[in-house]
Every structure is written in structure tokens, then in C-alpha cells.
């Protein structure tokens, strides 16, 4: 898939509303997507999950403690398709 994030606004109980290169938008529930503990931790404290800007070079939403997500997931939310499936055979053992 592999679509950057151009936009995003942080909207109230922990939703974003994103925008893709490709003109999907939408909105996403965080809180219904990541447990707030570890790195997500600090998202629990609503000023701060406001902070939320699109990073250009990873194409998609970070904090400032450089927490993000994973915009194929954030895409397929939105577009309600499924995440394509990889063969582990694709992967070869380091």
C-alpha cells in the first residue's frame, strides 16, 4: 500500500482526522487502536495527544516524543480494507 499522510487534526477522545496523498481521509480512534502504555503512554493526557504532526519523512502522525503509527495500518482503518497478507516465506532469517 504504502501511502504517506499530508494532514492531519487532532479531534476530541483520542481521534485523528488523516488525509492521504491519494485523497482518502477519514477518521481514526486511536485509543480503539493502541493501548496508552510504554511510548503511548504521554497520548493519555489530551494536550499532549494535540501535539500530533505529520512526519514527511515517514510519510505518516508522530508525537513529540517521536511515537508513531504505521500509515498502512491508519489507511486501511479508513479505506475499511484489509492489510495485505505476507508469505514468511518472503523473509529470509538474518
Known amino acids: 500500500m ?3 499522510i499530508v ?3 487532532p479531534l ?3 481521534c485523528l482526522h488523516l ?14 487502536l493502541v493501548k496508552f502504555t510504554g511510548i ?5 493526557v489530551s494536550a499532549y495527544f494535540a501535539q500530533v504532526t505529520v512526519n514527511p519523512d515517514l510519510g505518516t502522525v508522530c508525537w513529540p516524543n517521536h511515537a ?3 500509515p498502512d495500518v491508519l489507511c486501511s482503518l479508513i479505506a475499511k480494507q484489509p492489510l495485505p497478507r505476507y508469505d514468511a516465506s518472503y523473509t529470509q532469517p538474518l
Open 40 to 44: 503511548f503512554e504521554p497520548l493519555k
Open 12 to 14: 476530541k477522545d483520542y
Open 2 to 4: 504504502l501511502k504517506n
Open 68 to 70: 508513531d503509527l504505521d
Open 7 to 9: 494532514a492531519v487534526q
Open 19 to 32: 488525509t492521504f496523498e491519494d485523497g482518502i481521509e477519514g477518521i481514526v480512534n486511536i485509543q480503539k
